[in-house]
């Protein structure tokens, strides 16, 4: 019943937007994206947090596969909110947002309010990966009407890479407020565990079995090695090109199958963003990150410094 009212209540939206100016079809739309989010946030056992592009949908298809395994569920869908729950109610109803909407909704736009008292793993990237994955996102995927919804430059703009990773509306100026934000509120959220893509990627058998554990569950050696070996960039992108996943939609689909941009396993390359500039452009970006983020999330001038998960957990609030 509650997908019925959701459908009904989009085609609602779009509906009535067809009459309103861009501003408040706009306002509209984000205000049913909030609300939708919002009854997730309130009955869900665990929250994903993340800004886009900072490996969720890695992380959902891995979770997806440990719990498929462990409890013998369909394969071939990926985690949604409850969907997994509903099958087996063993498995939690995980939330997974950006905090995009949610917080326009309940109003919280300057604090992490919303999340004091849930169990939350943020999951967070370094700022110029994150910038150009967003690029590429904005070219190669995104919708026009999330385009004009989240300040993004409009479809076709003649923006240069360069230009887009150091625009404050879409790129490493905003990714840097939102976990800048994030850094001065994790002191108030009770129940944390944070975890770097970049940890993730470099020790994914020591990282994996850390989130299991904080949602509530004994690793299982055996799960855990299958489960990184089938979440392998190589093998997920041979998925994504057998469109593996078509239950769930187009989030692990290619656009454009002829276009390696247009998928959504691209690269994954840590530090891969330094291909796409010249020297002076790199020392740009690298100096406004490190001059202006947090260094509770290690992301230091050396590409390799910073805490491991385990160091960063130290400094934050950790429920691993």
């Not at 959701?6 to 909030?34: C, E, H, M, N, T």
């Not at 625009?167 to 509120?185: K, M, Q, S, T, Y």
Request: glycine share 6%; proline share 5%.
């Amino acid at each position: 019943m509650h997908i019925v009212i959701k459908r009904l209540k989009r085609w609602l939206v779009r509906a009535v937007s067809v009459f309103l100016p861009q501003k408040q079809a706009i306002a509209l739309d984000r205000w049913r994206r909030g609300q939708e989010e919002y009854r997730k946030y309130k009955i869900c056992d665990y929250v994903f947090a993340s800004y886009g592009k900072s490996g969720r949908t890695w992380m959902r298809v891995m979770l997806s596969r440990y719990y498929q395994q462990a409890y013998a569920l369909p394969e071939r869908i990926l985690m949604g909110f409850d969907n997994f729950h509903r099958i087996n109610p063993a498995v939690p109803r995980i939330f997974f947002t950006h905090d995009n909407y949610l917080r326009g909704y309940t109003g919280n736009l300057d604090s992490k309010k919303d999340f004091y008292d849930k169990k939350v793993v943020l999951l967070v990237r370094r700022p110029q990966d994150v910038a150009v994955s967003q690029f590429f996102q904005w070219k190669y995927r995104m919708r026009p009407n999330k385009m004009a919804m989240n300040r993004y430059p409009p479809a076709g703009s003649d923006i240069s890479i360069y230009d887009f990773v150091m625009n404050p509306d879409c790129g490493v100026p905003r990714i840097i407020d939102f976990l800048n934000l994030w850094a001065r509120e994790i002191p108030k959220i009770k129940d944390l565990l944070m975890v770097r893509y970049e940890d993730m990627r470099a020790q994914p058998e020591k990282e994996l079995p850390r989130i299991i554990r904080f949602l509530g569950m004994d690793p299982d050696e055996e799960l855990i090695r299958e489960t990184i070996e089938f979440s392998s960039v190589d093998n997920l992108r041979k998925l994504e090109k057998e469109n593996y996943f078509w239950r769930s939609g187009s989030r692990v689909k290619a656009k454009d199958p002829s276009n390696p941009h247009s998928y959504k396993v691209r690269r994954a390359k840590v530090g891969g963003y330094r291909d796409y500039f010249d020297d002076e452009q790199v020392a740009r970006i690298d100096a406004l990150v490190n001059e202006q983020l947090s260094d509770v999330f290690g992301y230091g001038e050396e590409m390799s410094g910073g805490p491991s998960g385990n160091e960063a957990d130290s400094k934050v609030a950790s429920g691993g």
